[in-house]
């Protein structure tokens, strides 16, 4: 997939699991593995670049936070500005998502 | 659990708990490798170490997850960092997204009022040739405005560093020096006697040097402020504590009431700042409690710099200017003679005012003759004083500019505007100022950065009450000691203040990528 199509859509999944709860970069990696079943095994690293771009455009904030096992982790928050951004690109992504379906229907049709 | 080779092949993995130390050596140069090769692509250094200690965290926590499933520390961490991806790419878009940045719309409208501010001040000197005595004049006049770009540009490059990393030096330094200029202007003989004949200290103490000390302190009381923020209300009442110690020379009118407008600026800054602390959820405690406290706060510092003394001299001149109109020097006399200039100001063009009551305003024969409304309280008669004017002008040669209160062009720069073009250019210009301290609210609330937001929100506020009040001085409400026009006006210490407050706020904006909070506490 494009590098930059990828980077919008994650940045729209991570929102998502903000959404829920406030998480550090390690456990929304890992969150995403599991719900994906797999399919959203990124490199790791490039999560971070685009946190920090929600961070920049104030749609995620962040702080800092001792786990339990006492190693100090960056915690990611969704704001109200996050919220709308996560609208917006669902509305987005659903567009996209029928008008994909629509094709791909539309192909199975002729080709039955 | 699933094992590494399960995930990999599915086959069961042979696990060897056993580390050696070189091992860990290995593992610990592979995480560094990776690292460096991310921060060399990151060009603000400071933002290096948070983005490490995440990433290293990141490939800590995979390392731990790889070992559980029975991998050997070394081929753990070799693996953690291989799914972290290409650390140059990794650099390159962490760079992207923590850059320094300079807020060009507000920087572009200070250099836009400077210049406007340095055109006037080149008309007024303007004598019809192009002289030593105008090259002179021009020259000393205008000298601060550069330095004051200098200034701001100092400050925007190392300003807001500079304030968040030593503001506990820079609070003992200010209780230091206020705390010296206190007790020597309290020893109202020997010591100051012998200070004031010196340059050095007699500039030190001087009103426009304290003027700016004051109107400087509410950036760093801003930081003061958030760094008290999950003390309660001890917290508020320290920084209480030190606004008052400020204010000192105020409680024994040391400097008149003539600072009354500084004592605001930093006293609202004072509430401003608690006031959106508490709304944006920055303190530890309600709403309700943070707002009163604060408001109790404020309004006891307000008793405490006499703005509410019944006696408050700049209070009864921006009430009432005419019962300190009792001659053409007074400042009252200056409130009133605009109010009148005022009503007769065209929408457009230079007021059409007759030669003979031009003359009537500069003697002040329409406020202070028999029949007028004021009354004549100067030391010489009115009669004496129009055999003065005379000196400079007659009924057939006075000008506008001649009967305009003394440094008009400093003092009463918007009202000129009004007399000499009209309303509606010179409500473009007070326009266009407003636009300014709108830019600089916005990019104040535009800061993600907690600190920084408040330092730039505190700069904001000082430069747009010296707007409001030098507006309202100009119509006639003149309240303490005249200020500059932020940028416009001639002066000295204040052009130099008011590039150093707006360099810490676009400051501020320059490092709210590059900073993270921890940076800040």
């Given amino acids: 997939m494009d590098k930059k199509l990828m980077a919008v859509g994650t940045s729209m999944l991570l929102l998502k699991l903000l959404e829920e709860k406030d998480m550090y970069g390690y456990e929304m990696i890992r969150e995403l593995e599991k719900r994906s079943n797999q399919v959203f095994a990124l490199k790791e690293g490039t999560l971070y670049p685009i946190l920090h771009s929600l961070e920049e455009q104030e749609a995620v904030e962040s702080y800092e936070k001792a786990a339990q096992s006492g190693r100090r982790r960056k915690y990611y928050h969704m704001t109200a500005k996050g919220k709308k951004l996560l609208d917006a690109k669902a509305q987005e992504w659903n567009a996209y998502r029928e008008a994909v379906q629509t094709v791909m229907g539309g192909a199975r049709f002729v080709l039955c | 659990m699933s094992s590494v080779k399960e995930m990999d092949s599915g086959k069961p993995a042979a696990v060897d708990t056993a580390v050696s130390e070189s091992g860990k050596n290995e593992s610990a140069r592979k995480i560094e490798e990776f690292l460096e090769e991310v921060n ?293 006399y200056n409130g009133v003679l605009i109010k009148e200039l005022l009503g007769r100001a065209k929408p457009a063009g230079r007021a059409d005012i007759s030669q003979e009551d031009l003359y009537a305003y500069g003697t002040g024969k329409w406020y202070f003759s028999e029949g007028g409304p004021g009354r004549w309280e100067g030391i010489q008669t009115l009669e004496e004083m129009e055999a003065y004017l005379n000196q400079f002008y007659q009924e057939d040669t006075v000008t506008l500019e001649n009967i305009l209160p003394q440094h008009y062009q400093n003092n009463y720069r918007i009202a000129y505007w009004i007399l000499k073009y009209g309303w509606l250019p010179a409500i473009l210009l007070m326009g266009a100022m407003a636009v300014f301290g709108a830019l600089l609210l916005g990019v104040s609330f535009h800061i993600r950065n907690r600190l920084g937001c408040l330092v730039a929100f505190a700069g904001s506020i000082c430069l747009i009450i010296q707007y409001l009040f030098y507006f309202l001085g100009n119509f006639g409400y003149q309240f303490g000691w005249f200020g500059t026009l932020p940028f416009v006006s001639e002066g000295k210490t204040g052009i130099l203040v008011n590039a150093v407050l707006l360099g810490l706020v676009l400051s501020a904006y320059r490092y709210d990528l590059v900073m993270e909070e921890r940076m800040h506490v």
């Fill in chain 2, 40 to 332: 060399e692509q990151i060009r603000y250094k400071p933002m290096r170490a948070a983005i490490d200690e995440e990433l290293k965290g990141h490939i800590e926590d995979k390392t731990e997850l790889y070992k559980e499933y029975g991998l050997e520390e070394e081929e753990a961490v070799a693996r953690a960092v291989r799914d972290m991806g290409d650390a140059v790419e990794i650099g390159i878009q962490m760079n992207d997204a923590h850059h320094t940045r300079i807020y060009w719309p507000l920087m572009g409208m200070a250099l836009a009022l400077m210049v406007l501010g340095v055109a006037g001040n080149i008309r007024y000197f303007w004598n019809g040739t192009l002289d030593i005595w105008f090259l002179n004049d021009v020259i000393a006049e205008n000298l601060y405005f550069p330095a004051g770009v200098v200034a701001l540009l100092v400050v925007l490059r190392w300003g807001y560093p500079f304030v968040i990393r030593y503001v506990n030096k820079i609070c003992v330094c200010y209780l230091v020096f206020c705390g010296f200029v206190f007790l020597i202007r309290f020893s109202s003989g020997f010591l100051y006697d012998i200070l004031k004949g010196t340059v050095f200290a007699g500039r030190l103490l001087s009103l426009s040097v304290y003027f700016g000390v004051l109107i400087l302190a509410a950036p760093v009381l801003a930081v003061f402020l958030y760094r008290q923020r999950h003390k309660g209300v001890r917290g508020i009442l320290y920084a209480g504590l030190f606004t008052g110690t400020l204010l000192l020379t105020q409680v024994f009118r040391m400097y008149g009431d003539y600072l009354s407008m500084a004592v605001f600026a930093l006293l609202a800054t004072f509430f401003a700042v608690l006031l959106y602390m508490a709304f944006r959820g920055y303190m530890d405690m309600p709403v309700k409690k943070t707002v009163g406290v604060s408001a109790a706060v404020f309004l006891a510092l307000l008793l405490l710099g006499g703005i509410f003394r019944p006696d408050n001299s700049a209070i009864e001149l921006f009430l009432t200017p005419e019962r300190h109109a009792g001659d053409l020097w007074e400042d009252g």
